[in-house]
């Protein structure tokens, strides 16, 4: 949604990603609330008028921890040791505490308790349930590798943002989690955003279009309908088991070997995408998996991913890309190659808001937003809201899905292959 104020302020909101522009001040904030991270972004204006958690904005950052009364406490004397500084930052944060009449998100009738400072970095903190400190210590620094790395995602921008006190703040909060490596992403997600606020913006970021990180793009696009495409492909001697969910969520099996079309944009031809399966050298029976798949979209042209027995190529318009290598198109279009080990790959379409995630010959995962519903064709359906005309051939003829699941199990897997043999390209 996109909503405009009287005076040119603009509210968006992408999943759970919120960005408020205030029209007058130039002022902007964004809130990733899958993180909770939170960016202030002011113009130069306010040079030296700001106070608050956020500073003072004078250039010199040595006064920062700026108190409500307008003394100070020294960031030199906030550094020298974890229990001084955490005394120190509980004493500038409890000092912004809002007062109780000019609260604006709090019942002035609750009351607010401020936790002590702690005396005891929360990786030696005791615990009966979790390793020993130096165990601790350990997981929690290699959780948080991918910020300090050197030759990691984000070595490009180490010489522009000190990657320090990220890497320390993220090693704090996991083990202030009992280890969960799910809270190393809130540090992850400032340092990738300070980073392309300073003008790095080559960096093969970790973090999804949803804000989390090593994630799929897909947490957090509710009301979309996805299609996956499975492979067994570890039990291809006796017969794997390639079936299809389509958009409309009916599962489908179809053993073909060849190049077909797996979901289409059959109104406005804005994209096409296609699947290749073909039969593993080992299959004693009739058995396929996916071997490839190509999206040509209207505007930006191919993307094509093969899979072997050995590797996972991706191409773009011919061009091999490496991996792991994170690419765009001219129209925001990404996509995102992993590394050898993960072997996947991630294709975002700008123009349509798709998605086509590939993981190896074991699934392929399409999802599309739900403007496309009534537009679609293919294996993967018409997305129409209704299960029972998925079998929809090119012609527009349907297959009764409610009479093949009726049928013998010959029956129906004939009726499954005169569906997904029509889609042959």
Known sequence: PHVVGVDGTTIDKRFSDITIKLGLSGVVVRWIGVNDYIRVSV?????DRMRGLCGTFDGNSTNDLHLRNGSEVTASSSKFS????????????????????????????????????????PCEMTNSSLPAPSERWRQARSTCYDIMSTTGPYAVCHGVVDPNWYFESCVYDVCACGLNSNCACSSVVAYDQKCHSRGVT???????NCGVCHGDGLSCRTGYAKCNVFSDS?????????????FDSLLHRFQGKCEYTLARDCNGSLFDIHIENDSPSSAAIHTAWTTGVAIRVAGLGLIKVTHSATETEV????????????????????????????NQVQIFLASSDVKVTFFGNYET???????????????????????????????????????????TSAQSVASYHVFGSSWTV
Request: aromatic letters at 8%; one cysteine or more.
């Open 43 to 47: 113009p130069f204006t306010y040079r």
């Open 82 to 121: 974890f229990e001084t500084s955490e005394n120190a930052y509980h004493l500038f944060g409890t000092s912004w505490t809002v007062p109780t009449a000019s609260r604006l998100l709090i019942p002035r009738s609750d009351v607010c308790t401020d936790n002590t400072a702690p005396s005891n970095h």
């Open 234 to 246: 570890h039990s291809a001697a006796t017969g794997n088991k390639h079936l299809y969910s389509t």
């Open 202 to 208: 080559n960096i093969d970021s970790i973090v999804d």
């Open 365 to 407: 995962l399409v999802s599309v937003p739900p403007s496309f519903k009534n537009r679609l064709c293919g294996l993967c359906g018409n997305y129409n809201g209704k299960a029972d005309d998925d079998l929809m051939l090119p012609s527009d003829q349907s297959l009764n899905v409610s009479s093949v699941k009726g049928s």
């Open 315 to 342: 191409y773009f318009n011919g061009q091999r890309l490496a991996r792991p290598s994170t690419n765009r198109g001219s129209d925001g279009s990404q996509i995102t190659v992993s590394d050898a080990i993960e």
